[in-house]
């Protein structure tokens, strides 16, 4: 494993755009996004208890993505296998017609998929993180590997920017503003804070929430009832701007995993210099 650099390596657009801090803003408009497919967020509210569950159900969907993109191969594809078997044995029930579907079906992981690798993509752009279309198509091509981790056929995932939006095209008849997800989307703008921290976590929360909400396509905007203006597009940017710029003078830490890459791809670096 020494040498296992995993799905991407430290050339691949996916490195380049996950080791941004503030793409944790691209996990909350993921959540907002996704909570506007009835089935999706049905699938979510009757299986967990996301009021009681909030805090370490984040942690653990960071802790997948970090492993996923950064981790070896055998750690990335152990955490599918993970996911697949929780998934494996969950059922909910359509909200309009009663009728009980399978939380992995393939429509629905393709919705989670998207919705989520769109969310990293454009927030990076809006960040100003450097990507060229070309870099961004790369980036959807090098994320069918993730989405066949948790059982989607490769061929039948967006695999570039206009596939992408031709997905979207496609499944906005579908989504909509239901009571579900107009619950999820209060939780997520106000969950709940440990006592120590409710003074300032809480307006804090509320800014990267907000700017998340904003963050989000015009039409998902109109769904939620608000604006859908280009002023909020611009706003949006400069705040992530400004976050970035925050984020990245402040002494975070990089995660275990995300270290741990850097170690493994020093050291195969070190080796193809020496084998020269």
Known sequence: MA????????????????????????GIRALYLQALHPRAVAGVVQNSDIRRDCWPRLMRTAEYVGTVVYG???????????VRRIHDRLRAHDTVTG???????????RWIHVTE?????????????????????????????AAALVGLDPDTVPAGAAAVEEFYRTIRPELRLTREARDVARFLTVPPMPTKVLAIGRPAWLGL????MALLPRWARRLYRLPGLPTTDVAASLTILGLRGVINALPIREGPIYREAMRR???VRAGQELAI
């Open 3 to 26: 040498d296992d650099l995993g799905l991407f390596g430290p050339d691949s657009v996916s490195w380049r755009v996950h080791r941004e801090p503030v793409l944790w803003l691209a």
């Open 72 to 82: 070896t191969t055998e750690q990335a594809e152990r955490a599918g296998r993970r």
């Open 99 to 109: 009728e009980e579907f399978r939380v992995d079906d393939p429509q629905l992981l």
């Open 117 to 145: 690798v769109e969310s990293f993509v454009s927030t990076a752009r809006r960040a100003r993180i450097g990507l060229t279309d070309d870099d961004i198509d790369r980036y959807y091509t090098e994320q069918t590997r």
């Open 209 to 212: 929430a907000t700017t998340a």
């Open 265 to 267: 791809a020093d050291a």
